[in-house]
C-alpha cells in the first residue's frame, strides 16, 4: 500500500487520503534528528530536522543491487525549496 503526506495530495489535488502531515511530524521533531517515513508520492525515504530546525527529505537514489556504490547517491534535499519547485512544476505545465 502506497503511503502519502497531506503536502503531496494538496499539492496534486489528490483524492487519496494522506497518511500524515509532513508539518505535524517535522514540529515533533527534535533538531538534528531524522524520521525513516516515506511518502511515495513525493519518493522520500525519510525526514529529517538539522540543528538550525530546517526540514529535509532524504532520497536515496537505488542504481540496484549490483550497481557499484559510487552510483548509489543519496540527498537531503530542503522541504520549503523542493515544495516551491513542484508548486513551479505544477504551474508551468499548465501554462
Known amino acids: 500500500m502506497a503511503i502519502y503526506s497531506k503536502q503531496w495530495c494538496d499539492l496534486y489535488n489528490s483524492d487519496i487520503t494522506p497518511n500524515y502531515d509532513i508539518e505535524s511530524v517535522s514540529s515533533l521533531m527534535v533538531s538534528g534528528s531524522y524520521r525513516p ?49 513542484k508548486r513551479d512544476e505544477i504551474q508551468n505545465n499548465r501554462n
Do not use: H, T
Request: hydrophobic share 45%.
Open 37 to 85: 517515513i516515506v511518502c511515495d508520492g513525493f519518493g522520500f525515504k525519510a525526514i529529517g530536522k538539522r540543528i538550525d530546525g530546517v526540514v529535509e527529505f532524504y532520497f536515496k537514489n537505488g542504481i540496484g543491487i549490483m550497481s557499484p556504490p559510487s552510483l548509489d547517491s543519496v540527498d537531503w534535499i530542503n522541504m520549503n525549496e523542493m515544495l516551491q519547485k
